[in-house]
């Protein structure tokens, strides 16, 4: 099985706060960096959880760019796409309950063109398109190419709907004509992104990811795995992973891993 991602590979800084920010003074955090991105974040787990996983995206032509390939690479991921401009950087701050707010620059990630793609890149079992490459242009368009592609290689495509404040500020109907659009098969979305754009926006299977409280896989109500959680950052992207290779018991299975550590993607020592 070869699992494609599109959208962007970011570099992660992940701080766990030791409790709440002193306005004008210090708290103590532990902080990590690394590789992140939505699109990247699920082929990273994908390929963890032991099948073929390739990212397609335009990352940066400076140092944050060529660590978090190496990093994206290190993992057992192939990589593909262009490279130039100034790659996209996230800061996550990590509650001590293991909650989590992001500051999102996505650098060169959304300057990905439709005539940038290679039709072989996208030659795989399934495409997962991140929603934040539905959010603006040129990477709108290349996203539908994208699809397009792998639809004439039989692939199966699925979208996370992302971040509800990203769609609202964005651009609500465009991102839902973009999701109409594809017509995915499957589409990941948590309850603040379906209220906003809709649970009937397309006929697919609905996967409903709600935490700590679990998942709904079409209908099929499932109880989280019960961990001692650490950092919520990408974990849906590993449920998201997880379902596509293995369904709902490994989805939940690597969302519960994912909790367990600081930072979106496997680290390789961790179980």
Not at 101 to 107: K, L, N
Request: net charge negative; aromatic share 4%; with cysteine.
């Amino acid at each position: 099985m070869l699992i494609c991602t599109i959208g962007d590979l970011t570099l992660d800084v992940v701080v766990r706060l030791a409790g709440p920010v002193a306005a004008g003074g210090d708290v103590d955090a532990e902080i990590r960096v690394g590789p992140g991105g939505q699109g990247a974040n699920v082929a990273a787990w994908a390929a963890t959880l032991g099948v073929g996983a390739r990212f397609v995206g335009r990352t940066g032509a400076d140092e944050a760019g060529a660590l978090a390939r190496e990093k994206l690479a290190a993992l057992g991921v192939e990589i593909a796409g262009p490279v130039s401009g100034r790659n996209g950087t996230i800061c996550s701050l990590v509650s001590p309950s293991g909650e989590r707010s992001m500051a999102s620059d996505r650098g060169t990630a959304r300057e990905l063109a439709a005539q940038d793609l290679e039709p072989p890149w996208l030659a795989c079992d399934h495409l997962h398109v991140s929603g934040y490459a539905l959010m603006a242009e040129p990477v709108r368009h290349a996203a539908l190419r994208a699809v397009e592609i792998a639809r004439m290689h039989g692939a199966r495509i699925s979208v996370d709907l992302s971040s509800w404040s990203a769609i609202r500020d964005s651009g609500k109907e465009a991102f839902r004509e973009a999701v109409r659009a594809i017509a995915p098969d499957v589409v990941f979305a948590n309850e603040d992104e379906e209220r906003l754009v809709g649970r009937s926006l397309v006929d697919a299977v609905g996967i409903l990811k709600r935490g700590a409280r679990g998942c709904s896989f079409d209908g099929d109500e499932r109880e989280a795995v019960q961990v001692d959680a650490v950092d919520s950052t990408g974990a849906g992207d590993a449920l998201a992973a997880g379902w596509i290779v293995g369904g709902p018991d490994l989805a939940l299975e690597a969302a519960a891993r994912c909790v367990r550590q600081l930072g979106a993607m496997p680290i390789p020592s961790a179980g």
